[in-house]
């Protein structure tokens, strides 16, 4: 199968044959059919799958061969990604796809100002891609009008629900037509995800290019136990050990990114650090030279889980593992993309066990464990499998065969009940926002 096949127009084609797209991805071969058609989409395909270009490239079709010329501040085709990062990079990929098109395209966010984007609004933009509070504002602020609207696309849409955008995702589900082809995609398909579909898309075509919640297969993963004390220098000897050339590596919290950096740079590793309390324009810059391989280590809480596309990246490491274990899914699609293998460590220590437990379930598969020489925990990590059974208590050390040995030698450490701390429920509780503005037109 080719792209010319599909039934896409030659400026389009000449746009992918630039980037070295050769054949579709299952995901595009399926999906650009199905909105060339018209039809409403709900598409799981997991990371790294080009499902960008899978709903992209036929929108900007549809926008060249159908509908009027933009007018003022309104927009023909809204893209909601949940961060600004994702908005910037889908924002990027759509340009390039749009390179031989006559169309305009543009990306919003919050922690800019809003003037230029408004002033850009101006003259009208027939792909907008942004974040849903900031247009919002531009909504508010009248510098945009949604009345032209022809496509929205929801990506990443489980992720917007768990970063709390349900509340701007029903506001802004009220401002547009009802006459629209609506497209979802999602790394993953919770039921909170099927009920915003259920409200939002008119008989949409499924598509799941793989097995639901399966972590790509191009990716080995392995668990190092290691006690939570020492998960810094067990990382350090692990990069030096392993000659690591370039790492993601994701810490639960902002004060957890900040501290690893501060403890590699203080070791004179080339490292750097992106969350959300950082100025854009610095989580830009720090992702932009990561990408550029002028960071070698770029550490990162999870906003940087999701849809970020760095090239050739070799390596994730689970400095924490993530409290919402889908999330696993999506730091470790970082790397393996488009193809590629690559490698996902997770430095687990015991009170980390529910959520590995949880991973485990959820990937239907048992982690390889390795301990590292001299980083074996004091405090053990209990046997966790796919079923989602933790063993809380360690198996009773074997009595050394010999008879008259000494039963009493080598019991190792036991883990006391209670040094295992208890975790919250894994999954958050989310929101689902509420839509009653009553049944929409199909397009
Ligand atoms: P995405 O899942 O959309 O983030 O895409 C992942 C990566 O695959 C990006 O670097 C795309 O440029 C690349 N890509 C998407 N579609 C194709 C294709 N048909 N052939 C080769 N690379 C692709």
Redesign the pocket.
């Known amino acids: 199968m080719t792209f010319a096949t599909l039934g896409l127009i030659e400026p389009l084609l000449r746009a ?1 044959e630039a ?7 299952p995901v ?1 071969a399926q999906a650009i059919p199905a909105v060339l058609a018209g039809r409403d989409l709900m598409a799981a ?1 997991q ?8 709903f992209a490239v036929p929108l900007l079709q549809l926008l060249t061969m159908e509908g009027p010329k933009v007018t003022a501040n309104s927009v023909r085709a809204l893209i909601l990604c949940p961060t600004r990062e994702l908005a910037e990079q889908v924002h990027a ?1 759509v340009a390039q796809y749009a390179e031989h098109l006559p169309l305009t395209t543009y990306a919003v966010y919050g922690g800019v100002s809003i003037n230029p984007q408004m002033m850009k609004l101006r003259k009208g933009v027939d792909v907008l891609v942004g974040t849903p509070g900031r247009l919002i504002d531009l909504f508010r602020q009248n510098a945009l009008k949604l009345n032209q609207l022809q496509t929205l696309v929801l990506d990443e849409a489980d992720r917007m629900l768990d970063l709390g955008f349900s509340e701007e995702l029903a506001n802004i589900y009220r401002m547009l037509p009802k006459k629209r082809q609506t497209l979802l995609f999602s790394a993953t398909f919770s039921d909170d995800i099927r009920l915003l579909a259920g409200q939002m898309l008119i008989d949409p075509l499924s598509i799941e290019v793989s097995p639901r919640n399966v972590a790509a297969n191009t990716v080995k993963q392995w668990v190092v136990p290691v006690d939570k004390k020492r998960k810094a220098e067990l990382f350090v000897h692990l990069m030096r050990k392993g000659k690591w050339k370039q790492v993601l590596v994701f810490a639960k919290t902002r004060n957890g990114v900040d501290a690893l950096v501060d403890k590699l740079q203080g070791l004179g590793i080339n490292a750097d650090g992106i969350h959300g309390d950082k100025p854009q324009a610095t989580r830009q810059r720090a992702l932009d030279r990561f990408k550029a391989s002028e960071v070698q280590i770029l550490v990162a809480t999870d906003v940087a889980a999701r ?1 970020l ?1 760095i ?1 050739d990246l070799p390596m994730v490491v689970n400095f924490d593992l993530p409290i919402v274990a889908e999330d696993y899914i999506h730091r470790i699609g970082r790397t393996g ?2 193809g590629n293998t690559g490698e996902a460590i997770s430095l687990v220590c015991a009170d980390e066990v529910n959520m590995l437990s949880a991973i485990e379930m959820l990937t239907r598969q048992t982690l390889t464990r390795k301990m590292e020489q001299d980083f074996e925990p004091e405090h053990r990590v209990p046997d966790t499998d796919a079923s989602g059974q933790v063993v809380k208590k360690p198996k009773k050390p074997k009595k050394p065969k010999t008879s008259g040995g000494g039963g009493k030698r080598n019991l190792g450490k036991w883990v006391e009940s209670g040094e295992v701390a208890a975790e919250p429920s894994i999954k958050p509780v989310r929101k689902v926002p509420v839509f009653n503005t009553g049944p929409r037109k199909k397009k």
């Open positions: 992918l980037l070295g797209y050769q054949t579709p991805t595009q395909a990371t790294g799958t080009g499902k960008t270009a899978g990929s849809g596309d090239e993309r488009a």
